[in-house]
């Protein structure tokens, strides 16, 4: 317990082997576990973290029923997994929200307290004899806080060893309490029984009050007070006092013969973290709870399927039954050039935000060796890409027909194969710069800023002669680029234009002449196709190196000598 800022959750994460790799960084310590030194990964123990962070789209149930079926031992039939996770439902009092969906911040869904419930309880899969908790009340009101801490308080008495950190809990919250160990800027102020806090506390002259919270008296004592330099130097020397005193009278405490014993056991039979799964289990169960997320995502698909309906039908307006006169080849190479623009953007913005917005959820299942990269990776993009497919589709067969692109029923299958492929490549862009970018917001700034670059060097604004030396792999990278190639190359060849317009100048008749002031006169859709399949490997390829190079690393403990 302390103040914020007083080392709490630094101390949690080095205990619990969670410490973030930093250059230059060394970490220093000694972990005893009942009195013998143990490495963190000797015993089974579970971190549940300040955040809770959850799939919205899925149910408790199918949470806990994931989360069983990823990290519960091999030999346990996908029955047993189900039946543990119910029984841990009703443990933690959640059957009556078990088939509700945990929500974030835009779909209604679990409470505060029913959220942290289901993050220990997806902890508690692990079977740990060790647990660890950072702040578990911050942020819930006193019933919710009271709910969580008595669940706590009952896994406590069943055997397991409970570690939390907290900020300023009720008078019965901290009557549950065994042992405390209370911090203040990182300086260890008492370490000892709950009751004994205040023994402590009262032997250093600070008498609590009756009828008053402990926790709020200690929280007085040690926190420090920044309203005057008077205030502060007082607060601080004060807390000095208390960290010398504390030192001074500290003694280790005499260890019970059968805890050790009980230890040694617990160490014996537990091992480190290991993938429990088989990487076509994990695929499979993988690909299940992305199917879910992005199949119930309605207000998304909806958002997407009304922005692409609502595209087509402004272009289809504005190039409205085309026929072929002069001033419809412009047209139509505006319209092409649109329609590659937006099958572009739209997939890329949808998926800028993926991996950025699972990287917290997805670290925290690595780190404890849930699966491996490549089952992540590749059923995220079988759950991604049928419905990725269905928005080029809908798009075409609006603005298609409504302009009067080419006749023929084999034009417009090659018009929408272009666009869906185009619409991967797209959403393959996307998923690398995700995956790079460290936030959201840096996603949404790196994204937008390469597709600009796309468009400018997509074929229709500079001739692909003009392009300056050192600018001509741009180009080649361009998905629009190659997609409004393909897209010409399947419109105009055999179109046949009016010989005058209405100024009076019709010096294109044929389709092929339009190719060839385009620069697109040796390209092929074939060529087209292949182009665009090149984009998408290759950015498939550096999303993979990205997700695999990005697996968390944490800060080894370097033991001091005795």
Same mark, same amino acid.
């Given at each position: 317990?302390?103040?914020?800022?007083?080392?709490?959750?630094?101390?949690?994460?080095?205990?619990?082997?969670?410490?973030?790799?930093?250059?230059?960084?060394?970490?220093?310590?000694?972990?005893?576990?009942?009195?013998?030194?143990?490495?963190?990964?000797?015993?089974?123990?579970?971190?549940?973290?300040?955040?809770?962070?959850?799939?919205?789209?899925?149910?408790?149930?199918?949470? =806990?029923?994931?989360?069983?079926?990823?990290? =519960?031992?091999?030999?346990?039939?996908?029955?047993?997994?189900?039946?543990?996770?119910?029984?841990?439902?009703?443990?933690?009092?959640?059957?009556?929200?078990?088939?509700?969906?945990?929500?974030?911040?835009?779909?209604?869904?679990?409470?505060?307290?029913?959220?942290?419930?289901?993050? /220990?309880?997806?902890?508690?899969?692990?079977?740990?004899?060790?647990?660890?908790?950072?702040?578990?009340?911050?942020?819930?009101?006193?019933?919710?806080?009271?709910?969580?801490?008595?669940?706590?308080?009952?896994?406590?008495?069943?055997?397991?060893?409970?570690?939390?950190?907290?900020?300023?809990?009720?008078?019965?919250?901290?009557?549950?309490?065994?042992?405390?160990?209370?911090?203040?800027?990182?300086?260890?102020?008492?370490?000892?029984?709950?009751?004994?806090?205040?023994?402590?506390?009262?032997?250093?002259?600070? $008498?609590?009050?009756?009828?008053?919270?402990?926790?709020?008296? /200690?929280?007085?004592?040690?926190?420090?007070?920044?309203?005057?330099?008077?205030?502060?130097?007082?607060?601080?020397?004060?807390?000095?006092?208390?960290?010398?005193?504390?030192?001074?009278?500290?003694?280790? !405490?005499?260890?019970?013969?059968?805890?050790?014993?009980?230890?040694?056991? %617990?160490?014996?039979?537990?091992?480190?973290?290991?993938?429990?799964?088989?990487?076509?289990?994990?695929?499979?169960?993988?690909?299940?709870?992305?199917?879910?997320?992005?199949?119930?995502?309605?207000?998304?698909?909806?958002?997407?399927?009304?922005?692409?309906?609502?595209?087509? /039908?402004?272009?289809?307006?504005?190039?409205?039954?085309?026929?072929?006169?002069?001033?419809?080849?412009?047209?139509?190479?505006?319209?092409?050039?649109?329609?590659?623009?937006?099958?572009?953007?739209?997939?890329?913005?949808?998926?800028?935000?993926?991996?950025?917005?699972?990287?917290? /959820?997805?670290?925290?299942?690595?780190?404890?060796?849930?699966?491996?990269?490549?089952?992540?990776?590749?059923?995220?993009?079988?759950?991604?890409?049928?419905?990725?497919?269905?928005?080029?589709?809908?798009?075409?067969?609006?603005?298609?027909?409504?302009?009067?692109? $080419?006749?023929?029923?084999? !034009?417009?299958?090659?018009?929408?194969?272009?666009?869906?492929?185009?619409?991967?490549?797209?959403?393959?862009?996307?998923?690398?710069?995700?995956?790079?970018?460290?936030?959201?917001?840096?996603?949404?700034?790196?994204?937008?800023?390469?597709?600009?670059?796309?468009?400018?060097?997509?074929?229709?604004?500079?001739?692909?002669?003009?392009?300056?030396?050192?600018?001509?792999?741009?180009?080649?990278?361009?998905?629009?680029?190659?997609?409004?190639?393909?897209?010409?190359?399947?419109?105009?060849?055999?179109?046949?234009?009016?010989?005058?317009?209405?100024?009076?100048?019709?010096?294109?008749?044929?389709?092929?002449?339009?190719?060839?002031?385009?620069?697109?006169?040796?390209?092929?859709?074939? %060529?087209?196709?292949?182009?665009?399949?090149?984009?998408?490997?290759?950015?498939?390829?550096?999303?993979?190196?990205?997700?695999?190079?990005?697996?968390?690393?944490?800060?080894?403990?370097?033991?001091?000598?005795?």
């Amino acid at each position: 317990m302390g103040p914020s800022g007083g080392g709490k959750t630094s101390l949690l994460n080095a205990l619990a082997g969670q410490v973030p790799e930093t250059k230059g960084m060394r970490l220093q310590g000694n972990i005893r576990v009942n009195g013998q030194p143990r490495g963190t990964a000797a015993y089974k123990q579970a971190y549940v973290q300040q955040e809770d962070m959850f799939y919205a789209q899925l149910t408790v149930r199918e949470t =806990l029923n994931m989360a069983a079926a990823l990290r =519960l031992p091999r030999s346990m039939s996908s029955a047993e997994k189900e039946a543990a996770a119910d029984a841990l439902i009703r443990r933690l009092g959640l059957t009556g929200s078990a088939d509700t969906p945990v929500g974030d911040a835009k779909k209604r869904g679990l409470s505060g307290g029913e959220k942290k419930r289901l993050s /220990i309880g997806c902890e508690l899969l692990g079977n740990p004899v060790l647990l660890f908790l950072d702040e578990p009340t911050s942020g819930l009101d006193s019933f919710a806080a009271e709910k969580v801490m008595q669940t706590l308080k009952g896994l406590a008495e069943e055997g397991c060893t409970v570690v939390c950190s907290i900020h300023q809990p009720r008078s019965s919250i901290f009557a549950m309490f065994d042992d405390l160990l209370i911090l203040s800027e990182g300086k260890l102020l008492y370490e000892g029984s709950a009751d004994g806090s205040l023994r402590f506390f009262e032997a250093q002259g600070h $008498h609590m009050p009756e009828h008053y919270n402990p926790a709020e008296f /200690i929280a007085d004592i040690i926190a420090v007070d920044p309203s005057s330099l008077a205030a502060e130097q007082a607060s601080r020397k004060r807390i000095e006092e208390l960290r010398a005193a504390f030192a001074q009278q500290a003694v280790p !405490r005499p260890l019970m013969p059968s805890a050790s014993s009980g230890a040694q056991a %617990n160490a014996a039979s537990s091992t480190g973290s290991e993938v429990q799964c088989s990487l076509p289990t994990q695929a499979k169960l993988l690909f299940k709870r992305s199917w879910r997320q992005v199949s119930r995502d309605k207000a998304t698909n909806i958002g997407r399927a009304m922005s692409n309906v609502s595209s087509a /039908i402004i272009f289809g307006g504005i190039f409205w039954r085309m026929g072929c006169s002069q001033s419809s080849i412009q047209d139509r190479m505006g319209l092409l050039q649109v329609g590659a623009i937006n099958a572009a953007m739209s997939s890329l913005v949808k998926c800028l935000n993926v991996f950025p917005k699972e990287r917290l /959820i997805v670290q925290r299942e690595r780190s404890k060796s849930s699966y491996g990269v490549a089952p992540y990776f590749f059923s995220k993009l079988a759950a991604e890409s049928p419905i990725g497919a269905a928005f080029p589709l809908l798009f075409a067969s609006i603005v298609y027909p409504a302009s009067r692109l $080419h006749p023929k029923l084999s !034009r417009f299958a090659k018009f929408c194969g272009i666009l869906t492929l185009e619409s991967f490549a797209s959403t393959s862009l996307g998923l690398a710069v995700g995956a790079f970018a460290p936030s959201t917001d840096a996603a949404l700034a790196i994204g937008p800023g390469v597709m600009v670059l796309f468009i400018v060097f997509g074929g229709y604004y500079v001739n692909a002669g003009n392009v300056p030396k050192a600018l001509r792999w741009v180009p080649s990278a361009s998905l629009i680029k190659h997609a409004f190639e393909g897209l010409c190359d399947n419109e105009f060849p055999g179109l046949r234009f009016d010989p005058k317009s209405v100024d009076g100048s019709g010096d294109i008749l044929q389709g092929e002449q339009v190719l060839q002031r385009l620069g697109f006169e040796e390209s092929t859709v074939t %060529n087209t196709l292949k182009a665009q399949t090149r984009i998408l490997l290759f950015n498939y390829w550096v999303t993979y190196c990205i997700l695999k190079a990005k697996k968390p690393k944490f800060q080894p403990m370097q033991p001091i000598a005795a």
